[in-house]
């Protein structure tokens, strides 16, 4: 995933020209279809600053304010450090009968999944080149996503893992679709992206994880 994930809580901010898509997203989102891409990742509101201390009227207090305030911005630096992010917690090992996954592109990795910046993986093709479902699944999603996905596709494989497909030049399947292993799916483009690449994502249970750890191993 230049699959930059903006990934913030609720419907995705599209263009008034996009109405109608953002009603289509708007039902994938009650449907929990489209929610997976959405992982909230906003940031807390800055805590108000604590009022300024009233000075003193006796010159004896001000030593006894000034001793107080030295300790405050350490208080204050401590408590205002980003909690851990919860796509940096050491993922579980893949079992191997969940390697069995597909590359969708014969292309080259120029972006790998990290957890944090990149949600996915990144491969880079010429304008055209297939792009391929990586395991058997229905399609639940198949038109221009949240802004900065570009022309997207999901499918459903099972109740567990469901796979995302963006900055597709054309769509070559419909939602509701069922699709094979292997089935080309979409033409690779460069649809809200700075070169032309496929932004490969895998959700299991909801969850970005890594997908070169489910890529089946060559026969």
């Keep these: 995933m230049h699959f930059k994930p903006h990934a913030e809580p609720g419907l995705p ?17 009650a449907s929990g279809m489209l929610g997976i891409l959405l992982i909230g990742c906003a940031s807390k509101p800055a805590p108000a600053p ?35 992010s919860a796509s940096s917690t050491p993922s579980a090992p893949v079992a191997k ?4 996954f597909l590359r969708p592109s014969n292309g080259t990795v120029i972006q790998r999944f990290n957890g944090r910046n990149s949600k996915g993986i990144d491969f880079a093709g010429s304008e055209g080149d297939p792009v391929i479902a990586a395991r058997d699944g229905k399609v639940v999603y198949s038109a221009v996503g949240p802004r900065g996905y570009g022309q ?12 995302a ?7 070559l399947v419909k939602e ?3 699709v094979k292993r292997g089935q080309v799916i979409a033409h690779m483009g460069r649809t809200e992206a700075d070169r032309v690449k496929l932004h490969f994502e895998l959700r299991r249970n909801g969850n970005a994880v890594d997908p070169a750890a489910y890529f089946a191993s060559p026969d």
Excluded: C, W
Aim: proline share 10%; glycine share 2%; hydrophobic share 35%.
């Design 13 to 29: 901010d599209l263009p008034p020209s996009h109405s109608l898509i953002s009603h289509r997203i708007e039902l994938a989102l």
């Design 50 to 84: 604590a009022p300024a201390s009233k000075k003193s009227a006796s010159a004896k207090h001000v030593p006894s304010a000034r001793k107080d305030a030295r300790p405050a911005p350490e208080r204050r630096s401590r408590s205002s450090e980003p909690a851990p």
């Design 97 to 100: 009968a969940e390697r069995n």
């Design 152 to 163: 997207l596709v999901m499918i459903k494989h099972d109740a567990t893992f469901v796979t």
């Design 165 to 171: 497909y963006a900055h597709n030049s054309k769509l």
């Design 176 to 178: 509701g679709q069922s």
